[in-house]
């Protein structure tokens, strides 16, 4: 055990292992004719609403069709704008992530060093082929996806899953995301949390937990 007393680093994978796709909410913006932050609140909505279609395709309730695309309807209706299935789900599948190699070397010098490493992601099983292309998953001793599993971060019982599967005490991880609300959930299940800014500080935050790295 190293002298940090941490065990496990979870990852998360939009926003930390492949550079932020949410910059691509301007192509959706361009499409819908609504400014991003707009696009933003309709499509990802407020954290805790759990009725938010988007939220329910990634637990895996909601597949992309039509019945996705009518329940989008009904909050895009709100402010006269037209939801597009279509295009939203080649924006999805057909998404083009690029991945970041800082990250990458982070894991594999944690698993170097006998770190166990995860994935964690909120995602859709239409995402999961560009996740595949955009890194190697085989990097990680197990993934966790939101829509196998049925509930997303940043619920507790997301991050519990992780370490169990990991074989580690929550308390004994440290969660690596890009959004605040799902560093606190790391949090409020036990675990210790690196909110992501560069790659380069990100890696020095990680490695402050697990000091025989520094």
């Not at 932050?37 to 597949?63: H, K, M, V, Y």
């Not at 899953?161 to 959930?185: F, K, P, Q």
């Amino acid at each position: 055990m190293n002298s940090g007393n941490f065990q496990a680093a979870i990852f998360d994978y939009g926003g930390v292992m492949a550079k932020s796709p949410l910059g691509r909410i301007e192509m959706l913006a361009t499409q819908f004719k609504a400014d991003k932050e707009t696009i933003i609140q309709l499509i990802l909505g407020e954290n805790a609403d759990s009725r938010n279609p988007w939220f329910e395709a990634e637990c895996g309730r909601q597949p992309l069709n039509e019945t996705f695309a009518e329940k989008m309807q009904k909050i895009f209706n709100q402010h006269d704008l037209l939801f597009d299935l279509e295009f939203f789900r080649s924006w999805v599948a057909d998404a083009v992530n690029e991945p970041d190699l800082v990250m990458e070397q982070l894991v594999l010098r944690l698993k170097e060093s006998k770190i166990k490493v995860a994935l964690l992601t909120n995602s859709v099983p239409e995402f999961w082929p560009v996740i595949e292309k955009t890194i190697d998953t085989s990097l990680f001793d197990c993934i966790i996806d939101s829509s196998a599993v049925g509930f997303r971060k940043p619920d507790r019982r997301i991050y519990e899953l992780a370490s169990e599967r990991l074989g580690v005490r929550a308390g004994s991880c440290v969660m690596i995301d890009d959004l605040a609300h799902n560093i606190d959930g790391a949090e409020n299940a036990g675990m210790e949390g690196v909110l992501f800014t560069t790659a380069e500080e990100t890696k020095m935050n990680v490695l402050h937990y697990f000091k025989d790295l520094r």
